[in-house]
């Protein structure tokens, strides 16, 4: 079955670090990949999203991605973080045919100002 | 433009009853799906509809169905309510669904089932 891994659940950063989230998947054939955030009493806002092409993908605030094919992931990045950076990231993703995203469990960051 | 809207916000049920969900996509979109998303099994699929056909249904009992009208709009139901339904439910819509489209979503109604 497909699947989404999102390997650290729970992250604190303090104002200016770096940040990179890793996101893993399970699947052989096409994908869509997408990172969502959610701020904390907001709805899911579409971070960035890589469909096809250069697998370098920049997204609003700041964040970019990299898909890397061999290695399944699409690890999101920020060099720089800001508090308000704080809340809930997920990784999805989507294939063919199945109408649906699947998504990671989500990491939590937690900047400190 | 107006984002997609989710009616109610916020229910309270007692266990047994059934509940109807509302949501109204972005204009010209054509493609509705359901979400559930609690702190222990994170965002899971519960159901897609375009143009008033399900393509696809996520593992959900019976209990849990949906539907979608001619304006797009959908509704998703859940009867004989258990407490480990409660949850926040999240509604997408998106252009066509499918590859190579974004979905945008609401803001979310948080059933809470006692």
């Known amino acids: 079955a497909q699947s989404v891994s999102q390997h650290n659940h729970h992250v604190i950063l303090s104002e200016a670090a770096s940040l990179e989230l890793g996101c893993n998947y399970s699947?052989?054939?096409?994908?869509?990949l997408f990172w969502y955030v959610q701020y904390p009493g907001q709805h899911l806002q579409l971070l960035l999203k890589?469909?096809?092409?250069?697998?370098l993908v920049k997204g609003i605030k700041g964040f970019e991605a990299e898909f890397i094919k061999s290695k399944f992931s699409f690890n999101l990045r920020k060099p720089s973080v800001q508090w308000s950076d704080t809340a809930e990231y997920f990784c999805?993703?989507?294939?063919?045919?199945?109408?649906?995203?699947?998504f990671g469990t989500g990491t939590r960051l937690k900047v400190l100002a | 433009k107006a984002g997609v809207t989710q009616t109610p916000r916020y229910l309270i049920k007692t266990r047994g009853q059934q509940v109807t969900l509302s949501c109204s996509p972005i204009?010209?979109?054509?493609?509705v799906s359901w979400y559930q998303q609690t702190p222990g099994q994170g965002l899971q699929f519960l159901f897609e509809?375009?143009?008033?056909?399900?393509?696809n249904k996520g593992n959900f009992p019976g209990r849990f169905s949906g539907r979608q009208f001619s304006n797009s709009r959908s509704e998703m139901n859940v009867s004989t309510l258990e407490l480990g339904d409660s949850a926040l439910y999240l509604c997408a819509s998106s252009l066509a669904g499918g590859m190579n489209t974004e979905a945008f979503f609401g803001q979310g109604t948080r059933l809470t089932v006692v």
């Open positions: 890589y469909f096809s092409g250069d697998p």
């Open positions: 699947y052989g054939g096409t994908v869509n």
């Open positions: 204009s010209g979109h054509r493609s």
């Open positions: 509809y375009f143009s008033e056909t399900q393509r």
């Open positions: 999805a993703v989507s294939t063919s045919g199945t109408y649906k995203y699947i």
